[in-house]
């Protein structure tokens, strides 16, 4: 059991630290708002993580997957709300300040988008069913709790690699200050992250 844990953290780290969707949009959101709102971000993407668990803990994902309508309507649903979260920054100040004054989200409200950004990614889902299963250390024994181990050391990796992130990111931010012109670059990188994220979502 413990050797496979350890197998399974080094292999959870390795695709944390790969770049994607999440630890990107984790680290604009902390190079724009800030450590603490990119951890409120990276809270958020990984409590979703509890529902895949349990989903694929009691067979509900392979269900859901082998449906194909059901499937791609949650991928039309997670790309419609990328999407408008894409068309909101759009819409949002031409130049995005950095400074500690400027008017941010609320932790909650980033923790909820990132919530709704991991649920709403099937191939979040798909990631499941294909990485867990090949982890456990007892396929005749309780299967469900193996699961939720392995899902808790899974979300406990994630969220140290992607706060380091934030951190990392927090503190570049200040040192951006000097370059007023970077506001409209995060801008349109927030957009261009949302978008790639929808487009990743939709693409088989």
Sequence with gaps: MIETLISFSIATLALAISPGPDNIYVLTQS???????GIATTAGLISGCIVHTTLLAFGISAIITASEEIFYGIKILGACYLLYL?????KSDEHISLAENAPKKSYSQLFKTGVIMNLVNPKVMI???????GFLWD???????QFYILGITFMIVSFITFSSIALAAG??????????????VLKWVQI????????????P
């Design 86 to 90: 894409a068309y909101t920054v759009y």
């Design 31 to 37: 190079l724009v708002n800030g450590t603490k709102s």
């Design 192 to 203: 261009l992250v949302f978008v790639g994220i929808a487009i990743f979502i939709l693409v």
């Design 127 to 133: 990631f499941f069913l294909a990485f867990f299963p």
């Design 139 to 145: 396929k005749e024994g309780n299967t469900i709790a």
């Design 171 to 184: 503190r570049i931010s200040s040192l951006l200050l000097e370059w007023k012109s970077m506001g409209v």
